[in-house]
């Protein structure tokens, strides 16, 4: 084991894939020898050459369309769009071509290898075009695969498995979290698996759900719940799609509440996925309405982050507001 933050978690997941596999290659801006804006993609130039790990121009359309075309040719492409919220560009490379590139094609080709990196979320100070989660957007497309991990163990387990599984995925890094989540990580190579997610804490009150960045502050405000005397059941749903159904209802089936957060703004976001097909599997065991804690319908505010988002303290009390509903 050896004790990482996520970024390095990210590094050595790019490393151990790159050595394992030739196929696989890493670019976007500025990640050759400046490693990134965020240094996730350091050495990996030094280490694997220019032909392997290299800088592209500033035009995230170009960056997946290239990567569409290295993916389709058998390569394994790991494109870094240097922040979710300049994804945009690529928008239709990503929902039109990727996601759709094996069923018009009646699986004669596929885009299967291809993996996007890319830090989403706020808590930087980064203003309105460096603090977006995006998730909800490619959330309505099939053919893609959206994964977020919460922590190192698991940025380095779920990417693996992201870079070798064959669908398109989408990587959402929690940037704010970066630096400062640190933990232990195998320094083998090791995979978690997409699609599932994971009940970090059993609870008997309320079910309480989130991902990525959001699960700290679920966890503090479950810590505060229970010194009122509420037990809180808390998942980590890791995979946005496809998402685990089965393991969400299952924990609303036994505690009657369900409490989701994120980061991005209330419509449109995916916890009203969430809610209502939980909703619609869970309605008879239901004991109050399913509640969503989420950022603002508003342009991400530089000055008023905090206001904006949904921190321990907004989340403890409406998972109050529920319990004594």
Wanted: glycine content about 8%; proline content about 6%.
């Amino acid at each position: 084991m050896a004790n990482m933050n996520l970024l390095q978690a990210v590094n050595n997941a790019l490393d151990i894939a790159m050595a394992s596999d030739d196929k696989v290659v890493c670019f976007g801006e500025d990640v050759g020898v400046f490693g990134g804006v965020f240094r996730a993609t350091s050495h990996l130039q030094e280490k694997y050459g220019r032909a392997r790990c290299f800088n592209t121009p500033l035009v995230e359309q170009g960056i997946i369309g290239f990567a569409n075309g290295l993916a389709a040719q058998g390569a394994v492409p790991v494109a870094e769009i240097q922040f979710a919220d300049y994804i945009f560009p690529a928008f239709d490379q990503i929902v039109n071509e990727a996601a759709k590139f094996r069923y018009r094609s009646g699986n004669l080709f596929d885009v299967g290898g291809l993996t996007i990196r890319t830090p989403y979320g706020g808590g930087i100070a980064g203003g309105l075009y460096h603090s977006q989660s995006p998730e909800a957007y490619f959330a309505h497309t099939p053919g893609l695969n959206i994964v977020v991990p919460r922590n190192p163990h698991q940025a380095k387990g779920l990417l693996l498995a992201a870079i070798r599984d064959p669908n398109p995925v989408l990587f959402f890094e929690p940037k704010r979290i970066y630096r400062a989540s640190v933990g232990e990580v195998p320094e083998e190579d090791y995979e978690l698996p997409l699609g599932q997610a994971e009940v970090l804490r059993e609870g008997e009150d309320i079910s309480l759900l989130a991902w990525g960045a959001q699960m700290e502050f679920v966890e503090k405000a479950a810590a505060l719940a229970e010194k009122e005397g509420i037990s809180c059941e808390v998942i980590d749903l890791r995979s946005i799609l496809p998402w685990d159904i089965d393991t969400v209802a299952r924990s609303v089936m036994k505690t009657g509440r369900l409490l989701i957060s994120h980061e991005a703004p209330l419509t449109g976001g995916f916890a009203g996925e969430i809610a209502a097909t939980i909703q619609e599997r869970c309605f008879l065991n239901l004991e109050s309405p399913i509640c969503r804690v989420t950022g603002l319908d508003t342009p991400f505010p530089l000055v008023l982050e905090k206001e904006y988002l949904p921190d321990h303290l907004k989340i403890f009390e409406a998972i109050k507001n529920s319990i004594h509903f």
